[in-house]
């Protein structure tokens, strides 16, 4: 029995660095991929640097997200897709975007003020694009993916997703 629970537990503990290893490298690419579509120059490996500690912090995250609402909406059609797809828009979205806007940020050096001003500015256009997107995402991901594979499936998505984030977080305001 006691070798049962340690072997759940280093499964458990496996799926936690692969999904937060998957999540960092995914930050990382999407802002390489950006930066090969929006210059000509060499790589910014400091940038990529920061996208990837920022992708380090929220693979965790995104896998007790997942966890958690499993948990709380155990099924997996009907009403209970949609109460997950909107708890992720109206409470994971939004957190994920003020950590990412306020991470990178301060990873840059910038000020606090600054980074609550870049989050004010960039925050809206961001999480419009996130309602084109996502709720079709995680409702093929809550029907479809086993929950083993969730933040696996994201991750795909994701790769995009970071793409156009590192986009918008790095474009010249104007």
């Not at 001003?117 to 079709?136: A, C, I, N, R």
Request: glycine share 6%.
């Amino acid at each position: 029995m006691l070798s049962k629970v340690a072997s759940l537990a280093r499964s458990r503990f496996r799926l936690l660095l692969v999904n937060t290893t998957t999540c960092c490298a995914i930050s990382a690419l999407g802002d390489l991929c950006q930066q090969r579509i929006s210059q000509s120059g060499p790589n910014d490996w400091a940038r990529t640097g920061r996208m990837a500690a920022l992708g380090l912090c929220m693979g965790p995250v995104t896998h007790y997200w997942y966890l958690i609402l499993d948990g709380v909406f155990p099924a997996t059609w009907g009403m209970t897709v949609v109460k997950k797809v909107l708890a992720d828009q109206l409470i994971m979205a939004p957190t994920s975007y003020a950590i990412f806007y306020v991470g990178m940020s301060l990873l840059e050096g910038n000020r606090v003020y600054d980074a609550m001003k870049e989050l004010q500015l960039k925050f809206w256009p961001t999480y419009k694009m996130d309602w084109v997107v996502w709720p079709v995402a995680q409702t093929v991901n809550f029907v479809f993916v086993p929950p083993i594979l969730r933040v696996a499936y994201v991750n795909m998505v994701a790769l995009l997703w970071a793409t156009y984030l590192s986009h918008v977080k790095h474009k010249a305001p104007e």
